[in-house]
T-cell receptor, first 116, second 116 residues
Framework: EAQVTQNPRYLITVTGKKLTVTCSQNMNHEYMSWYRQDPGLGLRQIYYSMNVEVTDKGDVPEGYKVSRKEKRNFPLILESPSPNQTSLYFC???????????????FGAGTRLSVL | GENVEQHPSTLSVQEGDSAVIKCTYSDSASNYFPWYKQELGKRPQLIIDIRSNVGEKKDQRIAVTLNKTAKHFSLHITETQPEDSAVYFCAASIQRRNTGFQKLVFGTGTRLLVSP
């Protein structure tokens, strides 16, 4: 079954404690992306990756890091989480980022993060 | 800048009525406009999309219209049912000038409530 898998689904942590949210897709997609969803703000892109070892900032990258060492995995790293990073996070992937009109974007189930 | 405005933020209708959600975009080069439905606690899922070479697309009770000149696109749901209750997001593709890759910019969402 084609899917985008995120872990964990729920996470409560404290300020400053490094954490990683994993994302994996089994569709051999080149393009992967991280979004955060906040009430009244919709989905905002944090980072994206066009392919292995190719990543770039989205609209709200501050406080986040990513890596793309393998095609299927795109972890999101919070080196020193702060309360303003409390949010619902979605990973997404599509075959390529070159022609979105021909490549549907699939979303993971989401990770709800609370930073105390 | 790149943004997508979505209205209304909430919409309440009676079962059987029609619902219309409107979005405007700023980048005249946008050529792909998907709509996502997000049920409570679930991931966003693509329900319909339209490409810039088409003015209207219909799929059973849902339709999307696009006015490229005015940079408007709308989602129309006819004969609404309680199971249509969800948050709906519009999005527009934006071409990244430095890489040529595309990204999706999302609207802020519309919470649709269909009352029996």
């Amino acid at each position: 079954e084609a899917q985008v898998t995120q872990n964990p689904r729920y996470l409560i942590t404290v300020t400053g404690k490094k954490l990683t949210v994993t994302c994996s897709q089994n569709m051999n997609h080149e393009y992967m992306s991280w979004y955060r969803q906040d009430p009244g703000l919709g989905l905002r892109q944090i980072y994206y990756s066009m392919n292995v070892e190719v990543t770039d900032k989205g609209d709200v990258p501050e406080g986040y890091k990513v890596s793309r060492k393998e095609k299927r995995n795109f972890p999101l790293i919070l080196e020193s989480p702060s309360p303003n990073q409390t949010s619902l996070y979605f990973c997404a992937s599509s075959l390529t980022g070159q022609k979105l009109a021909k490549n549907i974007q699939y979303f993971g189930a989401g990770t709800r993060l609370s930073v105390l | 800048g790149e943004n997508v405005e979505q209205h209304p933020s909430t919409l309440s209708v009676q079962e059987g009525d029609s619902a219309v959600i409107k979005c405007t975009y700023s980048d005249s080069a946008s050529n792909y406009f998907p709509w996502y439905k997000q049920e409570l606690g679930k991931r966003p899922q693509l329900i319909i999309d339209i490409r810039s070479n088409v003015g209207e697309k219909k799929d059973q009770r849902i339709a999307v219209t696009l006015n490229k000149t005015a940079k408007h696109f709308s989602l129309h749901i006819t004969e609404t049912q309680p199971e249509d209750s969800a948050v709906y997001f519009c999005a527009a593709s934006i071409q990244r000038r430095n890489t040529g890759f595309q990204k999706l910019v999302f609207g802020t969402g519309t919470r649709l409530l269909v009352s029996p």
